[in-house]
């Protein structure tokens, strides 16, 4: 992988403030899990009411890549999958937890999940995080 240096400038889509069509998630560190809580609009939409895939699994990617981020790593996600258990309905909070699950010399691998306040999982995501 070509040398690259990870900068935030404040425009992420997931979380930067400066962006104003972005998410600006907030996370928060809860014992080993990277927590942010997450209230999908209409402009977050798929099908009426139910929010596209693409930003659920942009909550879940964000969720393991801040918490690398936060842990001292430089890298980047290398490989996602994600499981759809549940539609995230728009205007209903999701709560998305990552964690770093196991690392070896050139890689973390990392899980998060996405669950309604009521506590249950809308969507489950694991993903190998390439050190850089």
Not at 25 to 44: D, M, N, Q, S, V
Not at 68 to 87: C, D, F, I, Q
């Amino acid at each position: 992988m070509p040398e690259i240096e990870l900068l935030d400038d404040g425009w992420c889509f997931a979380c930067g403030k400066k962006n104003p069509i972005g998410l600006k998630l907030e996370f928060e560190k809860l014992g080993e899990e990277y927590i942010a809580r997450f209230t999908p609009g209409k402009e977050h939409q798929g099908y009426t009411g139910i929010t596209h895939g693409g930003v659920v699994a942009t909550i879940l990617d964000e969720a393991m890549a801040r918490l690398v981020w936060a842990e001292g790593y430089s890298a980047v996600t290398a490989e996602m999958t994600m499981r759809l258990k549940l539609p995230a309905r728009t205007g209903e909070e999701l709560i998305v937890a990552g964690r770093i699950v196991g690392e070896d010399r050139r890689t973390l691998t990392c899980s998060a999940e996405a669950k309604c306040s009521d506590g249950r999982t809308v969507a489950e995501a694991s993903a190998r995080m390439m050190k850089i």
